[in-house]
């Protein structure tokens, strides 16, 4: 099951779009290793990174301007 939970603030890149991305959606996803959560771009909807905390600066995905 994956819920978006919010609209969070963040300030990164994105690797789909290349535009520097202002807010992200969070999604909760309940999986077999456990709850993660996926931050969507909120320009392309695509998804950026994936972490196990409700943080985004967890993500080793993101790439920070
Ligand atoms: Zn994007």
Same mark, same amino acid.
């Given at each position: %099951?994956?819920?978006?939970?919010?609209? =969070?603030?963040?300030? &990164?890149?994105?690797?789909?779009? *290349?535009?520097?991305?202002? #807010?992200?959606?969070?999604?909760? %996803?309940?999986?077999?290793?456990?709850? =993660?959560?996926?931050? &969507?771009?909120?320009?392309?909807? *695509?998804?950026?990174?994936? #972490?196990?905390?409700?943080?985004?600066?967890?993500?080793?995905?993101?790439?920070?301007?």
């Amino acid at each position: %099951m994956t819920k978006i939970l919010e609209k =969070r603030v963040v300030k &990164l890149k994105c690797p789909h779009c *290349k535009k520097e991305v202002n #807010s992200a959606f969070v999604c909760k %996803m309940d999986s077999v290793i456990g709850i =993660r959560y996926a931050f &969507l771009c909120d320009n392309c909807q *695509k998804l950026i990174g994936i #972490s196990s905390e409700n943080d985004h600066t967890k993500l080793h995905t993101f790439q920070t301007i």
